[in-house]
C-alpha cells in the first residue's frame, strides 16, 4: 500500500540547525576546560544530549546539558533556517492529504522554538519530542507514539531522517524508512543502515509518495 503517513527528525532533516550544535558543544566544553575537534563534535550530534555528556563526564552531565542548552536557546534564531524545498514540499504533501509528524530526541522547548523560527509548525498534525517518552531513538516508542496520535498504520508509515537512529527507529517500529542526502555526516555513512529510500533533496518525496 502506498504511503500515507510521513513523520521527520526535526535537525539535520527539516531545519538546518548543523551549525549552532557545533557552536553549542564547543562553547560548553570550553566552559568544562575539555578538548574536542569539530570532527568529533560532529560523531556527538544526533543522539540525546544527556546520553553524549554522561559518556564524557557522568559526574558533570546535567550541568554540562544545561550550560549547551543556554548557549543553543541564546543563539538559535542566528543559525536556524530551513533546508531547501522543505517548506514547498510540506504544502504539497498537506494539501494531498498526508498526516505529518516530527518524532524528535530535543526536548519540546528547543522543538517549539525551532518550528516557530522556521514557520514549519502549522504543517505537523503531532510532534513527539524527547518529553514524551521514555525510550528516545533509535527505540521505536516514539515512532509508534506518532503512529497512535495519527492513527497510522505501519505499512503506510515512513520514518524520515538524518542519522542512524532515526533509521533505526523505523525499522524497530516496522515502518519505510528514507534517509537524506544533506545528512551532516555524510549520505555513505548513512547507506550503512540500509534504508528503504535515500532523498537527494526534499522534493524527491514527491515522486515517492506519487504526488
Known amino acids: 500500500m502506498s504511503i ?24 560548553t566544553f570550553k566552559q568544562y576546560n575539555l578538548q574536542f575537534t569539530r570532527e568529533e563534535i560532529i560523531e556527538f550530534n544526533g543522539p540525546p544530549l544527556v546520553d553524549t ?19 543553543n536557546m541564546k543563539e538559535h534564531d542566528n543559525y536556524v533556517k530551513v533546508f531547501p524545498y522543505v517548506i514547498e514540499t510540506l504544502e504539497q504533501l498537506k494539501r494531498n492529504g498526508f498526516k505529518l509528524g516530527v518524532v524528535t530526541t530535543k526536548m ?48 503506510s508509515t515512513l520514518m524520515i531522517g ?12 516496522g515502518v519505510q524508512t528514507a534517509g537524506v542526502a544533506w545528512s551532516f ?10 534504508p528503504t529510500f535515500m532523498l537527494e533533496d526534499m522534493r524527491d518525496l514527491l515522486s515517492l509518495t506519487g504526488v
Open 162 to 173: 538524518d542519522n542512524a537512529h532515526d533509521i533505526e527507529a523505523g525499522k524497530n517500529a
Open 4 to 27: 500515507r503517513t510521513i513523520l521527520f527528525d526535526l535537525d539535520g532533516t527539516l531545519i538546518d540547525t548543523n551549525e549552532l550544535i557545533i557552536a553549542s558543544f564547543f562553547h
Open 185 to 194: 555526516k555524510g549520505k555513505e555513512r548513512l547507506l550503512q543502515y540500509e
Open 108 to 155: 519540546r522547548s528547543g522543538v517549539e522554538k525551532g518550528l516557530a523560527t522556521t514557520k514549519l509548525t502549522a504543517y505537523f498534525d503531532t510532534v513527539i519530542t524527547l518529553d514524551d517518552v521514555k525510550n528516545p531513538k533509535p527505540h521505536a516508542e516514539p515512532v509508534y507514539k506518532a503512529m497512535e496520535e495519527l492513527l497510522a498504520e505501519q505499512h
Open 53 to 71: 555528556f554522561k559518556a564524557i563526564d557522568s559526574e558533570k552531565a546535567d550541568s554540562m546539558v544545561q550550560t549547551y542548552r543556554s548557549h
